[in-house]
């Protein structure tokens, strides 16, 4: 299994520029989530998803948006880069049955920077 | 209002000896917590967990300490080692079940 699968890996924006980081899961995970990761601070979560067709907001979701056709995919859209966006993007999945253990599965993160 | 936090966002210990990595949090409703760790350039990874009718919970070579009374948390390394170099993350799911928040990080460096 790859697990999960993020890219771009690296992306430069300039401002007002529009763009989609991509999500892909390959463990059957009915969860997955969105995080932004700042220096010196912990990770913060910006939306997530409990099944396809199913997202709520979490702590900072101003200027993403997000969609969940498939179990697999959850890409995340910045409708007008801002340079307050650049960080660190991490999507996680897990699987939310009864009895799972709520752990999280990361993806390897995208550095974003916006100019 | 709720979060998760840690109390040194450094340690520097030497190779061999144990670490001890600190975190509070403050909604007495938190009924599980996770420590994970993210080596550099990577997403984090689950090291272990807890639960709030537990007061202790022991890996391989890591211990995890819930104070519920003081809403504190640690998790220890034994005979650390230079591969254990990270940041840790404590993180807190809340009850509901859908948002893991988690905490700034501490940072551990391991000297040879």
């Known amino acids: 299994n790859a697990g999960v699968t993020q890219t771009p890996k690296f992306q430069v924006l300039k401002t007002g520029q529009s763009m989609t980081l991509q999500c892909a899961q390959d463990?059957?995970?009915?969860?997955m989530s969105w995080y932004r990761q700042d220096p010196g601070m912990g990770l913060r979560l910006i939306h997530y998803?409990?099944?396809?067709?199913?997202?709520d907001q979490g702590e900072v979701p101003n200027g993403y948006n997000v969609s969940r056709s498939t179990t697999e995919d959850f890409p995340l859209r910045l409708l007008s880069a801002a340079p307050s966006q650049t960080s660190v993007y991490f999507c996680?999945?897990?699987?939310?049955?009864?009895?799972?253990?709520?752990?999280?599965?990361f993806g390897s993160g995208t550095q974003l920077s916006v100019l | 209002g709720e979060s998760v936090g840690l109390h040194l966002p450094t340690l520097s210990v030497q190779e061999g000896d144990n670490s001890i990595i600190n975190c509070a949090y403050s909604n007495s409703a938190s009924d599980y917590f996770i420590w994970y760790k993210q080596e550099s350039g990577k997403g984090p990874q689950f090291i272990i967990d807890?639960?709030?009718?537990?007061d202790k919970r022991q890996g391989q070579r890591v211990t995890v300490l819930l104070n519920k009374t003081v809403k504190h948390l640690s998790l220890q390394i034994a005979a650390t080692q230079p591969g254990d170099s990270a940041v840790y993350f404590c993180?807190?799911?809340?009850?509901?079940?859908?948002?893991?928040?988690f905490g700034a990080g501490t940072r551990l460096f391991v000297k040879a």
């Open positions: 463990m059957n995970h009915e969860y």
């Open positions: 996680a999945s897990r699987g939310i049955r009864q009895g799972l253990n709520e752990k999280l599965f």
């Open positions: 998803s409990v099944g396809a067709g199913i997202t």
């Open positions: 807890i639960r709030s009718n537990m």
């Open positions: 993180a807190e799911l809340q009850t509901g079940g859908f948002k893991t928040i």
